[in-house]
């Protein structure tokens, strides 16, 4: 079964490919819009010897990485914040809850007034909607934790630090591990959209670059290397869950 | 005397109303002592048992303990840690309370042997049945060394025959040890039974509306105890 569904997903992949190029070679659809398999394949190998392909990644990567980890410890601490001062909790919830509808780019223009037009602005851009998502994941599970384990540890004469790192985080853990994989996806259209907005290099520069000259060959060519590189973070971070949830 | 409680009352503070629980109850609970509450769902039996364990307040009454008392409580369910091997669930409350020394790991060492579980020692309790989870709770509770045993409805989850080996080791467990127990059931064969005493609660507010002492053979408690318990159903 397995087998099948990846021998189906192969072939499917490669006849859209076949069928793009042919259709791109005998005119039926215009290549300077729609591009071609070929046409990609050279604009990217264009791109990594005379546009710095590499250093597109890299500027994309590294804003991905430190607005992940930025979250990660960001949203854990708030959810601590909020589960320990049960007042700052009740207050905060239905602002975040208001906040995670808003769309965030909105926010954009008011982030590059305050922070820059530069990298910062990617991170708090990226920060933002990683952060309110793993908030409401992380806090919802630690007050949703069940009662009678509380109970439990307070005929133990348990302190409230007791509860909290030997049962809230512990048994909790699985949902903040599995809170690093929403966050990974979110921080990455984070910084996409940020670099829409603000950057001078990275791949959302990229793409938007190829817009600007009307280059359809450079903005699918960054599409496609987007598509990979955040199918290898996810792959990295999925890999990083289970390694974590068997310690 | 393990403790004496006079005429504790508790009260849920609504927003509209206040609600009593437990109206006027006066309990004295002494050494080497099982003691069974019996009364209908919702009562107040557990609140009781909350209160006795300092995890609740009260509104009015006086609770006197004797000094350095100590108790153990068990819960309707196991409430095993899933990310804690057997060893370690049973050490939970030694640890918390930072009670862990050479004795008391050897006695957890005789407890996992004495209740079959050594195999286990070190196996996560999803791989245990409802009983062993259930002998793990215990030994966590027996580890505490307790004055007095706190049970709420214990073992409720398990079958007849393992609830009724449990219990019976409970009985002789406190009999050997000279320690004491207030358990909370519904079930009238299970404190005639165990205790020693029975205190019969009304409805809410629960007040005590008859106690029972066990001590002649040729009395029909069963019928006695039911008789009691039919006039507030």
Not at chain 2, 94 to 116: A, G, M, S, V
Not at chain 2, 182 to 196: K, Y
Request: hydrophobic share 45%; proline share 2%; glycine share 4%.
């Amino acid at each position: 079964m397995k087998f099948k569904v990846l021998i189906t997903q192969i072939i499917l992949v490669i006849s859209f490919i076949i069928s793009w190029q042919i259709l791109a070679n005998t005119g039926l659809i215009n290549s300077f819009i729609f591009s071609s398999p070929t046409k990609i394949i050279t604009t990217t190998y264009d791109l990594l010897i005379n546009a710095k392909l590499i250093y597109h990644i890299y500027i994309t990567l590294n804003e991905t990485i430190i607005a992940f980890l930025l979250g990660i410890i960001i949203s854990f601490l708030v959810s601590i914040i909020m589960y320990e001062l049960r007042f700052i909790g009740n207050v905060l919830e239905p602002f975040l809850t208001i906040i995670n509808s808003l769309p965030k780019v909105a926010l954009g223009p008011m982030i590059i007034i305050w922070f820059g037009a530069n990298t910062k602005s990617i991170i708090v851009m990226a920060l933002l909607i990683n952060v309110i998502v793993s908030i409401i994941t992380i806090y919802t599970s630690f007050i949703n934790t069940d009662k009678d384990y509380i109970f439990l540890f307070k005929t133990f004469n348990a302190t409230k630090l007791d509860i909290l790192t030997k049962l809230i985080i512990k048994i909790n853990y699985p949902t903040i591990v599995a809170s690093f994989k929403i966050n990974i996806a979110m921080t990455l259209i984070g910084v996409i959209m940020g670099e829409f907005l603000v950057s001078k290099a990275g791949l959302g520069y990229l793409i938007i670059y190829g817009m600007q000259i009307f280059n359809l060959n450079i903005v699918i060519s960054g599409i496609i290397i987007l598509i990979g590189l955040s199918y290898i973070l996810y792959y990295l971070v999925n890999n990083l869950n289970k390694w974590l949830i068997k310690r | 005397m393990i403790l004496t409680i006079k005429d504790l009352t508790k009260q849920y503070h609504l927003k509209n109303n206040d609600i009593t629980v437990l109206e006027n109850i006066c309990l004295t609970v002494n050494e080497h002592e099982v003691i069974a509450i019996l009364g209908t769902s919702g009562c107040g039996k557990s609140t009781l048992l909350s209160i006795i364990s300092s995890l609740l307040n009260y509104d009015s009454g006086t609770i006197k303990y004797k000094d350095h008392f100590n108790y153990g409580y068990m819960l309707q369910k196991d409430m095993l840690l899933p990310y804690l091997t057997v060893k370690e669930n049973c050490l939970l409350g030694l640890r918390i309370k930072k009670q862990i020394n050479e004795e008391k790991l050897k006695q957890l060492d005789d407890l996992l042997i004495k209740y079959h579980l050594k195999n286990y020692e070190d196996s996560y309790p999803d791989n245990l049945s409802g009983g062993m989870r259930q002998r793990v709770a215990l030994i966590r509770t027996i580890l505490l060394d307790p004055d007095l045993y706190l049970l709420d409805e214990p073992f409720s989850a398990l079958d007849y025959q393992n609830k009724k080996m449990l219990l019976n080791d409970i009985k002789k467990l406190i009999d050997e040890k000279h320690q004491s127990m207030i358990i909370v059931t519904h079930d009238v064969n299970e404190a005639i039974s165990l205790a020693n005493r029975i205190i019969i609660l009304s409805n809410k507010p629960a007040h005590i509306i008859k106690e029972i002492t066990l001590d002649n053979p040729d009395i029909d408690y069963l019928t006695l105890v039911e008789s009691y318990i039919k006039d507030e159903v």
